[in-house]
């Protein structure tokens, strides 16, 4: 019954035969586990597509509105909790899954001739990707977010000439307004996933059309000449089909991936939402989610009078750099270990994004708001004085960037031992004056409070004689 | 399975045929086709883009807003106050409203400063008591000036217009600044 209709079918819309030669294409034997991250990133993709329309039943875009409806989203019913915790983590593996493919097709140089247009439409890709991310952090309309789409703005805004007009698009307008959450649901919901789907169809058919790459073997550099022969013999020598030989492992990886989206989500729930928006509100940290974090790490520690420079040139830079590279090394050799420059940069970037990664989740350079006063077991039996200096090294703002015994910021140097260091006539010298980040307080501070203040940190020494 | 094969192709049609004016016609009726299209799509295309893309040039009306009264502010004291924007959408909530500093320098004399850092455009906190403005994103410090005290800022806090009208403090309506810049009032 069911391949009658199935051949019914068939005979008319032909479907099957479209499909069958691109399920059955002839794939490289030995294509490992290295090759499923592409089709994960797929699968994470279709993941999202259908959350997201399903979020989309309940979410309003309103400025006034969207953040009461995703609190109603994220605590009035147990399915949309987990609706809205599956979106949040297939938008992460969807990112991790687009680094893992570009990492494996670069290490294994997969760009190269005939598939120079597979990597350029990658990078596209990948940086669609983020765009998605950072615009779907935006309709969470928390504080963060509002305050994440002025950053954006101003990011746009060091961009020479057009720089204004830029940031005037990213807030839809002169100011945060009610145009500005809309423009971010429109192009979260369409434009970008429309043309990310307008490039995935070219980045699927050329696998189609030219093959996946064969695994890489030493000696054995690309030529134009001859590649294309080459890799049709060896197809025809050994070989197999790809459904369901090598598409098992896609398969398998995939519904790995899925589960663990699905344990996630059930097992940590979405992400917090921050206050209610309100930019009156001035007591916000916006900042991007763990993807883009050790950028914002970037843009605090490099030399400050390169800011503009970096944030215009920095991704400009990173986006044409990477479409660029299948043109200039588009024959030789593919194997990693005769590639050293390209095991190099690999470890450079995993290196510079995983250390600043690491210092961004505990942001040295913020000021800690928070710190408490200096309790009386870390001040010690000291003069009156210096008693009012530990005083003042809170409640003037000392401690929001310098640290004594585990208390205050990180920002300026730790003064748990600066007794040590500095003489008294130094200490003065640099408060009232400042010097590189360090503001000068010469006209805040009474010189009564500057003398206060030095007689508590000439204090600041190691105890020579523990007290037991 | 190959019924695909059967399709009449055009991939060498009606060859008897193209002698004579065939070609020519044929290269005119696809430019003719080229050009309806791009027509047609220029006709609707332009109005669309350009209406997606208006909020890059387009400019709202400059007002002033009240914050509050001469009196209700303190010589040497700098405090958060609220206005109505430039584009108060009745479906934009609290975005309608916008932020400033309000520093009463002395009897007449007021500074309204944005609350966007100059660096990335962060919401500074006024802290009284150090009597500086900090960035909780990448610790940028301004004195009670707005002058750059410390971090990444590449310029002092942007200011608004601010004038005393009869009793009243009132600022002026500006976009947000842009990298520490507030576009002047036209």
């Known amino acids: 019954m069911f391949r009658r209709m199935n051949a019914w079918l068939e005979e008319r819309t032909g479907i099957g035969a479209l499909i069958a030669p691109v399920m059955k294409h002839l794939v490289p034997r030995g294509s490992s586990w290295l090759y499923v991250f592409g089709s994960a990133t ?21 400025t006034s509105q969207a953040y009461q409806s995703l609190k109603f989203i994220t605590e009035n019913s147990a399915l949309d909790h987990f609706l809205r915790s599956v979106h949040y983590f297939g938008a992460s593996a969807m990112i991790l899954m687009v680094g893992l493919h570009m990492l494996r097709t670069f290490l294994f140089a997969s760009y190269k001739y005939p598939r120079e247009a597979s990597w350029m439409s990658g990078t596209v890709l990948l940086f669609l990707t983020i765009a998605m991310g950072f615009t779907g952090q935006i309709l969470r309309w928390d504080q963060t977010a509002i305050w994440s789409v002025v950053v954006g703005a101003q990011q746009a805004g060091y961009v020479p000439l057009i720089g204004g007009a830029l940031a005037r698009f ?75 030989d090598a598409a098992w492992r896609d398969v398998l990886f995939a519904v790995l991936m899925i589960t663990v989206i699905v344990g996630l989500a059930i097992a940590v729930g979405p992400p917090k939402l921050a206050a209610a928006p309100d930019p009156t509100n001035l007591v916000a940290t916006p900042k991007p989610d763990w993807y883009l974090l050790w950028y914002f790490g970037v843009l605090a520690l490099i030399p400050h009078l390169l800011t ?60 800690r708001f928070e710190a408490p006063p200096l309790p009386t077991r870390v001040v010690g039996q000291v ?44 200490m ?22 500057i003398d206060n203040l030095v007689s508590f940190l000439e204090t600041r020494k190691p105890k020579l004689t523990e007290g037991n | 399975m190959t019924d695909r094969a059967k399709t009449p192709m055009a991939d060498n049609p009606g060859s008897e045929r193209d002698q004579g004016g065939e070609p020519k016609r044929r290269t005119f009726l696809a430019m003719l086709s080229y050009g309806l299209g791009g027509f047609a799509a220029l006709l609707v295309g ?40 430039s584009q108060p959408d009745a479906w ?57 005290a410390a971090g990444p800022p590449p310029r002092p806090l942007a200011r608004y217009p601010v004038r005393i009208n009869g009793k009243n403090v009132e600022i002026e309506t500006t976009p947000l600044p842009i990298n520490g810049r507030v576009p002047k009032p036209s």
């Not at chain 2, 906190?125 to 403005?133: D, N």
Request: hydrophobic residues 45%; glycine residues 10%.
């Open chain 2, 46 to 85: 332009v109005p669309v883009v350009a209406d997606v893309l208006k909020s890059m040039w387009l400019k709202k009306p400059r007002e002033w807003r009240s914050v509050g009264t001469v009196d209700s502010f303190k010589v040497g004291q700098t405090v958060p106050v609220k206005f109505e924007n």
């Open chain 1, 170 to 244: 990213m807030l839809a307008g002169e100011t945060l307004g009610g145009a500005t959450l809309g423009q971010f649901f429109a192009l979260h919901v369409f434009v970008f996933p429309i043309l990310i789907g307008a490039l995935l169809a070219p980045h699927l058919w050329m696998v189609v059309r030219n093959g996946i790459s064969e695994p890489p073997r030493q000696g054995k550099p690309v030529k134009r000449e001859t590649y294309k022969q080459e890799y049709d013999e060896l197809l025809h020598r050994e070989g197999v089909p790809f459904w369901p």
């Open chain 1, 42 to 62: 797929l699968f994470a993709f279709i993941l999202q597509i259908v959350t997201g329309v399903a979020l989309s039943f309940m979410y309003v875009p309103s």
């Open chain 1, 308 to 367: 503009p420079y970096v944030i215009v040139g920095g991704p400009l830079l990173v986006f044409l750099g990477l479409f660029v590279i299948p043109l200039f090394a588009k024959e030789g050799e593919r194997h990693p270990l005769r590639r050293p420059w390209a095991i190099g940069s690999v470890i450079i970037v995993v290196v510079f994004i995983g250390s600043f990664w690491w210092l961004s989740t505990w942001e040295p350079w913020s000021p």
């Open chain 1, 383 to 426: 003069s009156p004085a210096a008693e009012t200096g530990a005083k003042l090294f809170h409640d003037r703002g000392c401690e929001e960037c310098h640290r004594i015994a585990g208390f205050g910021g990180f920002r300026g140097p730790d003064l748990t031992y600066v007794g040590n260091r500095l003489t008294g006539i130094e």
């Open chain 1, 428 to 449: 003065t010298w640099r408060i009232a004056n400042g010097g590189y980040n360090m503001p000068s307080f010469g006209s805040i501070l009474s010189s009564q409070d």
């Open chain 2, 92 to 148: 934009a909530g609290s975005a309608r409203q916008s932020a400033a500093y309000l520093r009463r320098q002395g009897q007449s004399e007021f500074i309204a400063f944005t609350v966007n850092c100059s660096h990335l455009g962060c919401p500074v906190r006024w802290e009284p008591k150090a009597e500086m403005f900090m960035c909780p994103c990448h610790g940028g410090v301004y004195y009670s000036d707005g002058d750059v």
